[in-house]
């Protein structure tokens, strides 16, 4: 694959995501590097919101769906894939010279790609960082071989890279800022159609069991069931959910139909936000949403499972005892978790109706205070960030090309000196 010759390469930037999480940060920071060089031109691998930010003249080398994998099974199973793309990734890179690459989150994906790139002379930065503080702490090493930079969105972690002189900067998370600290749930039930009946109703829970289908596949029926013994207490209780894509929404409604073929969900895609805001409930996959979801001060039931064997290994692993974004910004576990076993209908639905009979207040007061901790410029200070990488490693480079060029020349007065003694020889 060769880049077209109409690209400036002192103005070509790469940057990778891997999921939808990673997209919205990709946007942003693609938006905020175009501000302080308007001649930027993108090449990576993008998502929808990546690929719209970066402009027609830019290059998508990979798509970011080809990435979405999790769990040790599906990711064995897509690993000749997986291989093939980051080959693919790292030997055009290599050719063609970003001045950075930032890869977003996918440690396990893009840490290989930065070491490679590092080793080869390009600066590379991986923004959010991987949850090292949580479990294999040995990978700083790793991380401070394969990177010039970390971007953190989560404020405890810069501390932890100090501990190991680990150049890591705190960016908060654009979303902070995007998400206002009072969103009207009239207004999303407006966006959304909502009937006169729904737009009043105060048992709306929100269905999102995640963005990849690995988790689509294992929350759904969970979240179907509950769904099911939610009912039989609440009579007019509604379900809405939202996917990222067509086709997952057709993968969630098939499930949801086999395990809860009377109780009605109705699907956006691409409309996850308004469907967290038109909510009184979520039941949620954990992940960054959990973290959309707080900032739109919305109770929530976290969840996740894995397969059997990725649990296993994890569980001997795990430094923490929380999981999910607003309990770990927290520090102290403020909305419940029901994780692998404990996920289980009958624990989904008590959580749930713990929620409508209970006063959340301080909840959403610790919510608002932890919104304020994360209301960052974030776009901007990420960008400032990869531009002072880029920057450092110019100079880095300018002053070894000088020390080479001075060594190479003989220096003046040694020429002088020579002479001088070729003339006394001469003479003698």
Known sequence: MEYSSSFNNGHLYAVTACESSGDTLGEGLIRAIRKCDPEARFVGVFGPKMRKAAGKQSLQLFDMENLAVMGIGEVLKSLPRILKIRRGLISFLKKNRPLVYVGIDAPDFNLHVELKLKESGIPTVHYVSPSIWAWRQSRIYKIKAATDMVLSI???????????????????????????????????????????????????????????????????????????????????????????????????????????????????????????????????????????????????????????????????????????????LSGKKIVPELIQDDCTPSNISREINKIFTSDNRHLFMEFNRLHRLLDLDSDSIAADAVMKVIAERASKNSEQKSTVTVSEKQPVSERKSQKADAADSNEG
């Open 154 to 328: 989560l404020p405890f972690e810069k501390e932890f890279y100090e501990r190991f002189d680990a150049p890591c900067t705190y960016v908060g998370h654009r979303l902070a800022r995007e998400i206002p600290m009072n969103v009207p749930m009239s207004a999303a039930r407006l966006a959304l159609s909502f009937s006169d009946e729904a737009m009043k109703s105060n048992q709306i829970v929100g269905v999102l069991p995640g963005s990849r289908v690995a988790e689509i596949k294992f929350l759904t029926p969970e979240f179907a069931e509950a769904a099911y013994e939610l009912q039989k207490k609440y009579p007019v209780m509604r379900f809405i959910s939202a996917t990222t894509t067509r086709a997952k929404a057709e993968l969630l409604s098939r499930l949801w139909q086999k395990h809860a073929p009377n109780i009605p969900l109705t699907i956006w895609v691409g409309r996850s936000k308004e469907v967290m805001s038109a909510s009184n409930a979520l039941m949620i996959a954990s992940g960054t949403a959990t973290l959309e979801a707080m900032l739109l001060n919305k109770s929530m039931v976290v969840c996740y499972i894995v397969s059997r064997i990725t649990a296993m290994i994890g569980k001997h692993m795990l430094k923490v005892n929380m999981f999910s974004l607003p309990n770990l």
